[in-house]
């Protein structure tokens, strides 16, 4: 059994683990949340939405697994591809997207009835375009015009392109590519400068915004969370005590699975808030274990940077790792009242369409990158163990 497991299911086996069990804890999570939804839409049907979330859940590990079969060499050249895609998609997303509480973040294929957040799409894109770049200009990587200029203003068309609609999800972008390219050797007097002249761009953006052209938009929604997060008014911060109260009655050991009670008055149990009802029904532990698998995660994507002898693979998988963590770490954040709000999913866990499959999507070429490094390996210990065995011949010969 265990052998076929190996023959199908390449790559890092502690990557497949942390997949498999956030993966059944999603499953676990989702159907403990969704139960008032199912009694308020579906008739009391409360296998739907879990069904339903399987189903999605199914699909990506489809795409897993197809995705690390192919060698990562090929998202090298899919990644300028899918970037040139991703601008126009974003564009109709702005102009045509579905309108949900004043943001226009998803696109609906015609015809299909399918919607998708281009954000999603657009992210795994730049990621692999900045790890493309910079393995391609290592040996400019210092250069100012050549290297930095043509990087940055990608990633800074697409973050713009997002950030209207989508504020946290465009930071949470810029962050992990400008950490990315400092890992990548980019130099850091050269990413302080863009940092700064990001800020000033954002502010001019709010500032015109308001002042000049009177448009408030997503940005009454970012002013009105920071300002319910810095006043801590429990009447204007509804869903967030409502996450501590879950958190606060979860205790050490929790209510037991199906038990949550909170699921019944947070307004998204099942996505933004799924981290909360983890904890209520499962306790500290289960949040603590939870944390430690996406921390585990990056800690493997770091033993990969430093086994690969390519520098492609290993920007590719721990810039892909770091923005997923970084999203994680940003939903835990809210759910414990650390951040603002900001309707960023839990990786893998919280219950979701396109954003489910595009990270499926990440894992993969991660997973992708962690096969041919063990194949790499296997060859070099089985050269290494060839010329020993010739060594011993011919000394044996010689006597």
Known sequence: MNETLKKYFKGDAVVWAVIVSLSIISLLAVYSSTGTLAYKYQHGNTAYYVMKHFTFLFIGMVIIFVTHLIPYKYYSRLSQLLLLLSIPLLGLTLV????????????????????????????????????????????????????????????SVVCLLILPANFSTAAILFASSILLMFVGRISAKQILMIGGIGVVIIT???????????????????????????????????????????????????????????????????????????????????????????????????????????????????????????????????????????????????????????????????????RDIKEHDANQIETEENIKEIELSIETNAN
């Open 204 to 370: 001019l953006f709010v500032l015109l915004s308001l002042y000049v052209f009177h448009y408030e938009g997503r940005i009454h929604t970012w002013k009105a969370r920071v300002e319910n997060y810095i006043s801590g008014k429990s009447e204007e911060n509804f869903q967030v005590e409502q996450s501590k109260i879950a958190i606060a009655t979860g205790g050490i050991i929790g209510k037991g699975p199906g038990n949550s009670v909170q699921r019944n008055f947070l307004p998204h149990p099942y996505s933004d808030f799924i981290y909360s009802i983890i904890i209520e029904e499962y306790g500290l532990g289960g949040g603590i274990i939870v944390l430690f698998f996406y921390l585990w995660l990056l800690f493997r994507a770091g033993i990969m940077v430093r086994k690969s002898d390519r520098t492609f693979p290993a920007f590719l998988a721990f810039g892909l790792t770091i923005i997923l963590v970084f999203q994680a770490m940003v939903n835990m954040a809210v759910a414990v009242n650390l951040f603002p709000v900001t309707g960023q999913p839990l990786p893998l866990v919280s219950m979701g369409g396109s954003s489910m499959l595009f990270t499926c999507f990440a894992l993969g070429i991660i997973l992708s990158v962690s």
């Open 96 to 155: 045509f997207g579905r309108n949900i509480n004043e943001a226009s973040r998803w696109l609906t294929l015609p015809g299909l009835g399918f919607s998708f957040q281009t954000s999603d799409f657009a992210k795994l894109a730049i990621i692999m375009f900045v790890a493309r770049q910079l393995s391609l200009k290592q040996e400019t990587i210092k250069d100012f015009r050549r290297t930095f200029i043509p990087i940055i203003g990608w990633v």
